[in-house]
Nanobody, 123 residues
Framework: QVQLVESGGGLVQAGGSLRLSCAAS????????MGWFRQAPGKEREFVAA????????YYADSVKGRFTISRDNAKNTVYLQMNSLKPEDTAVYYC????????????????WGQGTQVTVSS
């Protein structure tokens, strides 16, 4: 089992940047594929990005491709989401999640979830 805690959210102007972090408990972090999802008010949770266990493969939603970068540091049990060129439509609660082998955008495949961190982008 793994526990996930997100941090790094906040208020930023459009065009700005934020870096989210997700710290995982346990000694088996490197055995998990990690993902970031987001949920805006009144909308369903949507996939943002995912990274393989080694960090060698990544997968992005079209809406963030070229602006967001997912990375991980297995020595620090942490996954990151660097968000650049932020837009008001990026405003949401951002969640990190963990699953076994295989990159996927499907939220139902992820077994563990953090509590989320709020990102607000003002115009």
């Amino acid at each position: 089992q793994v526990q996930l805690v997100e941090s790094g959210g906040g208020l930023v102007q459009a065009g700005g940047s934020l870096r989210l972090s997700c710290a995982a408990s346990g000694r088996t972090f490197s055995s998990y594929t990690m993902g970031w999802f987001r949920q805006a008010p009144g909308k369903e949770r949507e996939f943002v990005a995912a990274i393989s266990r080694s960090g060698g493969s990544t997968y992005y939603a079209d809406s963030v491709k070229g602006r967001f970068t997912i990375s991980r540091d297995n020595a620090k049990n942490t996954v990151y989401l660097q968000m650049n060129s932020l837009k008001p439509e990026d405003t949401a609660v951002y969640y990190c999640a963990a699953k076994g082998l295989g990159l996927t955008y499907y939220a139902g495949s992820y077994d563990y979830w953090g509590q989320g961190t709020q990102v607000t982008v003002s115009s």
